[in-house]
Nanobody, 125 residues
Framework: QVHPVESGGGLVQPGGSLRLTCTTSRSITDFYNIGWFRQVPGKEREGVSCISLAEGTTEYLDSVKGRFTISRDKVTDTVYLQMNNLKPEDTAVYYC??????????????????WGQGTQVTVSS
């Protein structure tokens, strides 16, 4: 069935880079939306970046534009989140999620159905 699995989190210094990996099953077709989300204690979960596998379109949270890049490897059925110039405020648990859309691309957490377990990203010196 659909069950994303995240990996690649860890401790990194401010200004450093990290690449998160979301492994999806072969049941994920090119019609799905895939999203990266993050959450810190006491704060709402927010959409970081999302991609439409059908159209190739992407969305980014304003605070990560120019620093983060979402991409897909069609050969390995893997979605990546490349995070550059990391800041302490990027510290959070990052989740990968998938959803079969009725139409178009969206990046609101409440609209995604299938979620991974999360991976901790800590940005600190």
């Amino acid at each position: 069935q659909v069950h994303p699995v995240e990996s690649g989190g860890g401790l990194v210094q401010p200004g450093g880079s990290l690449r998160l990996t979301c492994t999806t099953s072969r049941s994920i077709t090119d019609f799905y939306n895939i999203g990266w989300f993050r959450q810190v204690p006491g704060k709402e979960r927010e959409g970081v970046s999302c991609i439409s596998l059908a159209e190739g379109t992407t969305e980014y949270l304003d605070s990560v534009k120019g620093r983060f890049t979402i991409s897909r490897d069609k050969v390995t059925d893997t979605v990546y989140l490349q995070m550059n110039n990391l800041k302490p405020e990027d510290t959070a648990v990052y989740y990968c999620a998938a959803d079969y859309p009725d139409f178009g691309l969206y990046c609101e957490p409440g609209r995604y159905e299938y979620w991974g377990q999360g991976t901790q990203v800590t940005v600190s010196s």
